[in-house]
């Protein structure tokens, strides 16, 4: 059974850092494409950052030079490092491989 599991969230001022990790079980990340998606209050669900099972990755426009996604192959871990963070960038944050989701992970940016 494939579960994945974030932590890292929490509350930190505009301007501040994150962490985020995604730990898996029943899966090796770094065999398929990794994401992170982020849902705000009212709003649909949206990509955030993507790696590859070679190590490519792509992110949403809005958090290109802030985010940075990277994976930890030992410790079957993806993170998602996030700097300069922004009001605009409160959400719950989930991680997904393969159509399975994390129980997602509160991010709360103050102005």
């Known amino acids: 059974q494939v579960q994945l599991v974030e932590s890292g969230g929490g509350l930190v001022q505009a301007g501040g850092s994150l962490r985020l990790s995604c730990a898996a079980s029943?899966?090796?990340?770094?065999?398929?494409?990794m994401g992170w998606y982020r849902q705000a209050p009212g709003k649909q669900r949206e990509f955030v950052a993507g790696i590859s099972s070679v190590g490519y990755t792509d992110y949403a426009d809005s958090v290109k030079g802030r985010f940075a996604i990277s994976r930890d192959n030992a410790k079957n871990t993806v993170h998602l490092q996030m700097n300069s963070l922004k009001p605009g960038d409160t959400a719950i944050y989930y991680c997904?491989?393969?159509?399975?989701w994390g129980q997602g992970t509160q991010v709360t940016v103050s102005s």
């Open positions: 029943g899966t090796i990340l770094s065999r398929t494409y």
């Open positions: 997904s491989q393969g159509g399975t």
